[in-house]
């Protein structure tokens, strides 16, 4: 997961001035930055990885902020893009990406700054794993299904175990979907089964 800032700088000026109708005064931030967000769709990292089917590279706009006033051209605009890269991915080659077509668009009284706001790896662990064996064989026990063994999507804080030689499941739980959207829901009868198999896979990895 990489989130990050990327803000633009202009001039402002009143929108019913004489130096902003000639263009001698005035910068529109926001109108940069949506030149910027409409450029976004050129930036692509086309690798996939086995252990996330499904999934590829995607960076998202999730908030923007602009503008001070009704009558002033807006001298600053920020938006936030949160990316979602794989294990194989580079972090920082990707910010130098952002980074470089930002300054693209930079102009006489335009400029432009990126700040990161969250920058984590992706992981990945392998199949055969201890953890993951013995909660593939408990979901299949008490859940009663056979799960997929893949990568999940949602950053979580899984990443510094890994990265600490403690392998790590991540997204191995309660029953449910729709997350952040519209009828988001839990099965409340998973619960209980979910409890059981962390509570015995607590044990079986305690010996």
């Known amino acids: ?12 000026a009143h929108t019913g001035s004489q130096s902003w109708q000639d263009g001698t005064k005035g910068a ?9 967000i409409g450029a976004l769709s050129g930036i692509q990292l086309e690798e996939t990885h086995s252990a996330f089917p499904g ?17 002033i051209v807006p001298d600053t605009a920020r938006v936030l893009v949160d990316a979602r890269l794989l294990p194989n991915h580079n972090n920082e080659a990707y910010i130098g990406q ?15 700054d990126t700040t990161i ?29 056979r799960p997929a063994l893949r990568g999940s999507g949602p950053a979580s804080e899984g990443y510094m175990f890994i990265k600490s ?16 959207a519209d009828d988001e829901y839990l099965k409340l009868d998973s619960l209980p089964k979910v409890l059981e198999m962390y509570v015995r896979a607590a044990i079986e990895l305690t010996g």
């Not at 800032?5 to 001039?11: D, L, N």
């Not at 529109?28 to 910027?36: G, V």
């Not at 590829?56 to 001070?68: D, M, N, Y």
């Open 1 to 12: 997961l990489v989130r990050m800032w990327v803000e633009a700088h202009g001039e402002s």
């Open 28 to 36: 529109n931030a926001i109108e940069a930055l949506t030149r910027f």
């Open 55 to 71: 999934y590829a590279f995607k960076h998202t706009p999730t908030l923007i902020e602009g503008g001070s006033g009704e009558s």
């Open 98 to 112: 952002m980074t470089a077509l930002a300054k693209k668009f930079e102009r006489k009284k335009m400029r432009f």
């Open 117 to 145: 706001k969250t920058n984590i790896p992706g992981v990945v662990i392998a199949p055969d794993e201890r953890i993951v064996q013995i909660l593939k064989q408990l979901d299949e026990e008490v859940m009663g299904i």
């Open 165 to 180: 030689g403690i392998p790590t499941i991540c997204g191995f739980g309660a029953e449910g979907d729709g997350a952040h």
